[in-house]
């Protein structure tokens, strides 16, 4: 079966968009490594993708980047439109404002005040909408509607897919010998594309999932085998409230092994210990993985060398999960 995107559009998007990213750091910690290692006699390495200490703080800015570049001059000149809780939504705002386009897009009233702010900071407008996926989708259409501008859809879009899909393959040029990677997913816009880049570098390479219980449609998803959405979310991470998209699903059906939950309790405790122990800041959705990572599930694969994507640092100072 063919799937949105290949290897060559994720070599096409890493031409196109590296003058523009940040190739971020790999980061380690002894104290984490324990954590994960456990009881288990074997050694256990942790390599830290920093994309929260990428451009506008999240991996994000890649494929909204590869998008908006990739449009044609017809394409581009009413602007972009897109729906998004904050990270999506401030690295399209970021890309368009550098293309010089006019950028137009529909938050959930519940985005955190920081995103919000960031997102006007960049120059685009915002239209609220009320907190759930059919209301996003309504709002991005009317505006197109309204503007003409072009739709540009936070992962469920092959040039988004192929843009993500440059993190994983920075990251083997940087830690060669992973046997695995593991990212957070909510519509599975990383995921999808960080494992196709990942399975064409390395075929024995094993690929991972990580979302929360509240938002488990990916998890439900890859037990049932076929793509199930969520009735309603409820997690600490709002940058995975998304379903996995139709374009994202096949790829993660097809070369994801497993996707593991993890509570709210145990994504604060990893953003806390990934806060306290590497003084890197990350929010929720970055510290899902890492929740992953440090669980009895994971430990029991037995693996020694795995990466793990921080997938943002976009935090509301005024609203920490801990004290």
């Known amino acids: 079966?063919?799937?949105?995107?290949?290897?060559?559009?994720?070599?096409?998007?890493?031409?196109?968009?590296?003058?523009?990213?940040?190739?971020?750091?790999?980061?380690?910690?002894?104290?984490?490594?324990?954590?994960?290692?456990?009881?288990?006699?074997?050694?256990?390495?942790?390599?830290?993708?920093?994309?929260?200490?990428?451009?506008?703080?999240?991996?994000?800015?890649?494929?909204?980047?590869?998008?908006?570049?990739?449009?044609?001059?017809?394409?581009?000149?009413?602007?972009?439109?897109?729906?998004?809780?904050?990270?999506?939504?401030?690295?399209?705002?970021?890309?368009a404002r550098e293309r010089g386009i006019p950028c137009h897009v529909v938050m959930p009233t519940t985005a955190p005040s920081s995103k919000r702010a960031a997102v006007t900071g960049y120059g685009a407008t915002i239209y609220d909408c009320e907190p759930s996926v059919s209301a996003r989708a309504a709002g991005a259409q009317r505006v197109c509607s309204e503007t003409g501008a072009h739709f540009i859809a936070p992962f469920d879009s092959p040039w988004v897919m192929a843009g993500q899909g440059t993190c994983a393959w920075e990251l083997l040029e940087q830690a060669p010998t992973l046997e695995a990677i593991i990212t957070p997913v909510g519509g599975g816009g990383l995921l999808s594309g960080c494992s196709v880049a990942a399975k064409h570098i390395s075929r024995r390479i094993r690929m991972f999932g990580a979302e929360p219980l509240g938002a488990d449609d990916t998890a439900r998803s890859k037990a049932a085998g076929r793509r199930l959405g969520n009735d309603r979310v409820d997690t600490i991470a709002d940058g995975l409230l998304t379903n996995v998209g139709e374009l994202t699903w096949p790829i993660i059906d097809e070369l994801v092994e497993a996707v593991f939950t993890v509570t709210d309790e145990q994504i604060v405790a990893a953003m806390r210990v990934v806060w306290e122990r590497m003084k890197v800041v990350i929010e929720p959705s970055a510290a899902v993985p890492v929740a992953a990572v440090l669980s009895e599930e994971f430990r029991a694969l037995g693996l020694q060398r795995v990466g793990v994507v921080l997938s943002g640092g976009n935090v509301d100072l005024t609203n920490l999960p801990f004290s």
């Open 1 to 95: 079966m063919a799937h949105a995107i290949d290897f060559a559009d994720v070599e096409a998007a890493r031409a196109r968009i590296e003058a523009h990213v940040h190739r971020t750091p790999v980061l380690r910690s002894r104290t984490l490594d324990a954590w994960a290692r456990g009881e288990r006699q074997t050694s256990c390495e942790l390599y830290f993708k920093c994309e929260n200490l990428q451009r506008i703080g999240a991996f994000k800015i890649r494929g909204a980047m590869n998008a908006v570049l990739a449009l044609s001059e017809e394409q581009a000149r009413l602007g972009v439109v897109t729906h998004s809780s904050g990270n999506h939504a401030q690295a399209l705002a970021l890309a």
